[in-house]
């Protein structure tokens, strides 16, 4: 089992930029495929971006791609998420996931709490 700690969400201009991180704890971190989601007010929750255990392959959403960039730390236990160019449309509460599966559609069975990010125009 693995718990699960956002945080570095906040608020930023349009065009600015915030790096999330989401701690994990536990000795078994790397064999996690992470994910990183979204939801904004009033909508469903959507993928943003994924990493496998090594960190090597990463898979984004349509949306954010070119913009966002997952990574992660295994030494650490954690895995970011740099968000750059960021839009209003980017306004949401993030959630960063644990998968014993690589992909945006795998089974993610681990969920932090969340952070909001709100972006003003």
């Known amino acids: 089992q693995v718990q699960l700690v956002e945080s570095g969400g906040g608020l930023v201009q349009a065009g600015g930029s915030l790096r999330l991180s989401c701690a994990a704890s536990g000795r078994t971190f790397s064999s996690y495929a992470m994910g990183w989601f979204r939801q904004a007010p009033g909508k469903e929750r959507e993928f943003v971006a994924c990493?496998?255990?090594?960190?090597?392959?990463?898979y984004y959403a349509d949306s954010v791609k070119g913009r966002f960039t997952i990574s992660r730390d295994n030494a650490k236990n954690t895995v970011f998420l740099q968000m750059n160019s960021l839009k209003p449309e980017d306004t949401a509460v993030y959630y960063c996931a644990a998968s014993n599966d690589y992909g945006p559609y795998a089974n993610y069975d681990y969920w932090g709490q969340g952070t909001q990010v709100t972006v003003s125009s």
């Open positions: 990493i496998s255990w090594s960190g090597v392959d990463t």
